[in-house]
């Protein structure tokens, strides 16, 4: 069986066993004019009325937009955004790029993501987690901890927070209220939402949006200070525009979900041997970090002592920035990075993707193909993959000639489940 999984910006093509069983979406085609339908959704909004009428032109403005680890259209809704709000003078704009913990974006970047008019007319701020000057407090969360969300946005007289829907390995679902919370939040605000007990709670898990702590705790502190208008989409494999849901941030967020959730989610009738996944290929397979989420995705229908193959390019390294290769060597295998993440006592930025990693390599081996070193891999707990298919090979030895396989080639665009 021929396939290609998403893999970096070109793909990776691989001749499997035909036993094989491919899991995919339903492949949606885009819509007929993605500038045109963004339009109309700005013009009838979901539970509120039309952007235009709900901004005046004395108001100062703040966008929020998803880091460059997200394949968000920025370069299409920002501007679009802007066009409608053609009566609000450009220097009343702030753009505010939703960072969480991960690294600021360059002007390059920024003209990557944004095109070069929005670049050189508007004002554009990476959030800074780490420092309060940047950063207002809203008082307390229920969930035990101070609520710290960025100036710019706090102050703005008008607030809009812009994403994409995706199934997430413990928020349900991506977009939405995450681009707040965590996407411009605090560092204390952001290890609350990603703490231990959080993470591990069997609730935080993909497609699931009843009772998830973490979607709970995301929605209680949008409500401290509400983006005014939410303007997502959902994507295809080619990360064309499927779908657009604007207007009133939880009634259509829950519309963008409802309809992400009907064909992203895929039924399967038991566990496999051995799968093998993408980490949905660029902007998403940038680094290791981010590959958790395919592994996540593949682990929902491995066996107990199975095998994962992740495809992740890796490009910006496991990354150099942040905690996440720095953990691993606080213990000597995924049990006992287990134990010390859940010891209440240790508290480090990053942990919460260690911890999804150990729990998953506690459950099923894990190889990695990508363009890192074999020490890069090895260092973070993994075993090296330098031919999928050889490895595919080498793995009959274990499983036997018949052995089970299941292909992801869209990565954690597709959420396989197995109901047990």
Not at 39 to 52: D, S, V, Y
Not at 106 to 123: A, C, K, S, Y
Not at 193 to 201: C, K, L, T, V, Y
């Amino acid at each position: 069986m021929k396939t290609e999984l998403l893999y970096g910006k070109d793909g990776l093509e691989l001749e499997l066993p035909d036993q094989s069983f491919l899991i995919e979406p339903k492949n949606l085609p885009k819509v007929d004019d993605e500038k045109e339908a963004v339009r109309q959704a700005l013009r009838n909004p979901i539970g509120m009325g039309t952007l235009k009428e709900s901004v005046k032109s004395t108001d100062t403005v703040a966008i929020v937009i998803s880091d460059i680890t997200r394949p968000t259209p920025n370069h299409i809704l920002v501007p679009l955004l802007i066009e409608e709000l053609d009566h609000v003078p450009l220097e009343n704009f702030v753009i505010i790029n939703g960072t969480g913990t991960h690294r600021d974006q360059t002007r390059e970047e920024f003209i990557q993501m944004l095109g070069p008019w929005v670049v050189d007319n508007i004002r554009i701020i990476n959030n800074d987690c780490h420092n309060k000057e940047t950063l207002v407090n809203l008082g307390k969360s229920t969930f035990g901890c101070d609520v710290y969300l960025n100036k710019d946005y706090v102050e703005s007289d008008f607030r809009i927070v812009t994403g994409f829907i995706e199934p997430h390995f413990f928020a349900g679902f991506s977009g939405g209220p995450k681009g707040i919370m965590p996407g411009i939040a605090g560092i204390e605000t952001i290890m609350t939402f990603h703490n231990a007990r959080m993470i591990g709670d069997p609730l935080s898990t993909w497609g699931n949006m009843v009772n998830n702590p973490l979607q709970d705790m995301t929605r209680e502190i949008n409500a401290m200070c509400k983006p005014n208008f939410m303007l997502n989409v959902t994507l295809n494999r080619e990360k064309e525009i499927t779908a657009v849901f604007a207007g009133e941030l939880y009634e259509a967020h829950d519309k963008g979900c409802a309809f992400t959730k009907e064909h992203a989610m895929f039924r399967c009738e038991e566990r496999f041997d051995v799968v093998i996944a993408s980490n949905s290929g660029y902007p998403l397979d940038q680094n290791l970090y981010q590959a958790v989420k395919g592994m996540s995705a593949a682990h929902k229908i491995v066996k107990e002592g199975g095998t994962i193959i992740m495809a992740s390019e890796c490009s910006d390294g496991l990354p150099d920035h942040g905690n996440y290769s720095k953990i691993f060597d606080f213990a000597k295998t995924p049990q006992e990075l287990l134990n010390l993440i859940n010891d209440p006592e240790f508290k480090m930025f990053d942990q919460w993707q260690v911890q999804k990693q150990a729990v998953i390599q506690v459950w099923a081996d894990v190889y990695v193909y990508s363009k890192l070193t074999d020490e890069q891999v090895t260092g973070a707990m993994l075993k090296v993959s330098h031919d999928i298919e050889q490895t595919v090979e080498e793995l009959k030895k274990k499983y036997g000639e018949n052995m089970s396989i299941a292909v992801l080639p869209l990565g954690p665009l597709t959420i396989p489940f197995v109901e047990e």
